[in-house]
C-alpha cells in the first residue's frame, strides 16, 4: 500500500523531449444526499419535475424567510462520514459564501468553510487488480445546491429553474494522492460504490447526482508542486479521464516553452475533449466568507452517533476481505463483486449452499457478463440468484456439464422456468453412464479406422473424438469419462 508521499509508476509519466512529468490530482466530488427534501426548506427534490414547481419561499430567499436545518440530511454527512472512516466533528456551522450568480436568488451559498461536519479519512482505491491505494480524505461538509440556468430553449434569453435550489450536496475533498487518471475514475468508481452501500447519496452521474471538480498540476517526478488548475462538474468516468489527461498536457506544453501555468477554473468541453478558462481562480477569502446567522451551530449528540454507527451495512472493503478468509475467492473476484451492492448480494444468495468458487465464476462470467452485453441492470436480471443457485448445484453434481449449464441458462434468460425442471424435460442431463458412452465410442472407432491408428503417433488427435462423442451425444456426454475411454482404447 502507498501513502500520500509517494511518486507515480514510471508507467503514469508523461514522458516529453525534456523528460519525465508526473501528474498530482485531487479530486472534489458533489455528491448529492438521498434526501426527499431539501437541505433547509420542506421542498421535494425529486428529479424532473416541470421548472420551478419544488421551490419554497426560503429556496427562492424571499425577505424574511429562515432557513431550517433537515436532520435527515446531517445524519447522511454522518454515515458518508463513517464509511470513509473519518473524523466526526462534534461541533460543526454553516458559512455564508458570498457570491452572484442568476440562479442562486439568496446572493450566498450555505456551505462549511470554517468547521466543516466530517474531517481527515481515508479511501482505498483498486486501480489495478492486486493493487490498492489509499486516498486521504481531506474534509467532506454539507452545502446547497444552486438553481439551473438554462441557455438553450430561446435565442435570446435565459432561463432559471429553481428546483434544484437548496438541495443537500455533501462535497468530499480528497487529498492530492492520485497520480493518474486511472486513478482518479477508480477514486469516483469505489466512491460512488461507498455512498450507493451507504445509501446516502445515489451515485447517478448521468442525472449529475454525483460529479467531479479535478485539481491537475504537473512536476517532475518527485519534484517540487507545480500551480494547479480546477477543472469544474465532470458527470463521467470518461470525461474526468481525459480531462486530466488533456490538462496535464496543455501544463506541460507552457512549462516546456518557458511560461508559467496560471492558477484558474476550467471547463471541459465534452465534444472536443478540451479545457478552457472559465475564471481566474478566486481564493476563499474573495468569498467574504462568514458564520451563517441565521442557524444554530451542529452539535452531535455520541449516543445519536452510536446509534448510526451501529446502523452502517457491511461495506465493500469489508465485505471483499470476507469474500477472500471465508469463500477463498480471489482478490479480483472479490474486488469485482462487491463494487456493488446488489451485485455482491444476488452472488450471495447463488451461493449459498453451493462450490463458492465455482459460483464466481458462474456469477461473474455467465451471468453479468450476459447483463453487461444486453445492457440490463442487476435489478433487472430475467434469471433469479436462487435459479443460478441451481444451475450451479447442477455442474457440481455433475448432473450437467458446463456447456449444458449455458444453455439452460439461455432458456431461463429467454423463457424463464425453473433450471431442475428444465433438465429433467429436455432430457439435458449428462450422461456420466460409463457403459453408454463406450457404446458411443466403439462406434465412432469402428466407423473411422484410419483417424484411429493415427492417435497412437498423434496423441492430440485424440481431441477429434472428444469432439465427435460430444457431438454424437449432443453435448451430453461426461467430457472427463469421454477422455478416460478414449485414451484406454486408443493410446
Ligand atoms: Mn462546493
Not at 466530488?29 to 434526501?35: C, N
Not at 468547521?115 to 491505494?133: A, F, K, R, Y
Not at 444468495?349 to 462450490?355: I, Q, W, Y
Request: with cysteine.
Amino acid at each position: 500500500m502507498f501513502t500520500a508521499e509517494r511518486i507515480a509508476d514510471k508507467a503514469d509519466w508523461i514522458t516529453t523531449q525534456t523528460g519525465d512529468w508526473e501528474m498530482i490530482i485531487g479530486l472534489e466530488v458533489h455528491a448529492q444526499v438521498a434526501s426527499k427534501s431539501k437541505l433547509f426548506s420542506g421542498a421535494s427534490t425529486a428529479y424532473g419535475a416541470a421548472p420551478n414547481t419544488h421551490v419554497s419561499l426560503v429556496d427562492a430567499a424571499m425577505p424574511g424567510m429562515l432557513p431550517v436545518l433537515n436532520a435527515f440530511c446531517v445524519e447522511q454527512a454522518v454515515r458518508t462520514g463513517l464509511g470513509l472512516k473519518a473524523q466526526i466533528n462534534r461541533f460543526s456551522r454553516f458559512d455564508r459564501k458570498n457570491y452572484f450568480y442568476p440562479d442562486l436568488p439568496q446572493g450566498y451559498q450555505i456551505s462549511q468553510l470554517y468547521h466543516p461536519i466530517v474531517g481527515e479519512g481515508e479511501l482505498l482505491i483498486e486501480p489495478e487488480p492486486g493493487q490498492t491505494i489509499a486516498v486521504g480524505i481531506e474534509r467532506l461538509h454539507l452545502e446547497q445546491d444552486a438553481g439551473k440556468s438554462i441557455h438553450d430553449l430561446d435565442p435570446d434569453a435565459t432561463y432559471v429553474d429553481l428546483n434544484r435550489c437548496g438541495v443537500a450536496l455533501m462535497e468530499i475533498v480528497s487529498k492530492p494522492d492520485m497520480r493518474s487518471p486511472r486513478e482518479a475514475a477508480a477514486y469516483v468508481r469505489k466512491l460512488r460504490a461507498l455512498v450507493r452501500y451507504l445509501g446516502t447519496c445515489d451515485g447517478d452521474m448521468e442525472k449529475g447526482n454525483l460529479r467531479a471538480d479535478v485539481n491537475v498540476s504537473v512536476r517532475r517526478p518527485g519534484g517540487k508542486l507545480g500551480t494547479r488548475c480546477e477543472i469544474k462538474n465532470l458527470n463521467s468516468m470518461r470525461f474526468i479521464q481525459q480531462a486530466i489527461d488533456y490538462e496535464a498536457r496543455r501544463q506541460i506544453g507552457i512549462l516546456e516553452a518557458g511560461g508559467t501555468v496560471e492558477q484558474e477554473t476550467r471547463l471541459f468541453n465534452t465534444e472536443t475533449g478540451e479545457t478552457r478558462t472559465m475564471r481566474s481562480k478566486e481564493d476563499a477569502h474573495d468569498y467574504r466568507y462568514f458564520p451563517d446567522p441565521d442557524l444554530l451551530p451542529v452539535k452531535l449528540d455520541e449516543d445519536w452517533l452510536a446509534a448510526i454507527k451501529a446502523s452502517l451495512p457491511e461495506l465493500p472493503d469489508e465485505k471483499k476481505a470476507r469474500f477472500v478468509r471465508e469463500f477463498g475467492l480471489s482478490d479480483y473476484d472479490a474486488g469485482v463483486l462487491v463494487m456493488d451492492r446488489e451485485k455482491a448480494a444476488y452472488y450471495e444468495e447463488a451461493a449459498e449452499g453451493n462450490d463458492k468458487k465455482l459460483a464466481a465464476n458462474w456469477v461473474l462470467n455467465e451471468v453479468f457478463g450476459k447483463l453487461n452485453k444486453e445492457g440490463v441492470a442487476i435489478a433487472d436480471c430475467p434469471v433469479s440468484a436462487a435459479a443460478n443457485g441451481a444451475i450451479v448445484r447442477m455442474i457440481s453434481a455433475g448432473t450437467i456439464s458446463g456447456k449444458i449449464a449455458k444453455q439452460v441458462f439461455e432458456i431461463c434468460w429467454t423463457e424463464g422456468g425453473d433450471p431442475e425442471k428444465i433438465v429433467e424435460e429436455r432430457g439435458l442431463k449428462q450422461v456420466t453412464d460409463t457403459g453408454a458412452i463406450e457404446a458411443m465410442i466403439d462406434e465412432i472407432i469402428a466407423a473411422n479406422p484410419a483417424q484411429a491408428a493415427k492417435v497412437k503417433d498423434k496423441p492430440k488427435a485424440l481431441g477429434w473424438f472428444v469432439g465427435q462423442v460430444m457431438q454424437a451425444s449432443r453435448g451430453k456426454a461426461n467430457p472427463k469419462t469421454v477422455n478416460e475411454i478414449l485414451r484406454k482404447k486408443l493410446l
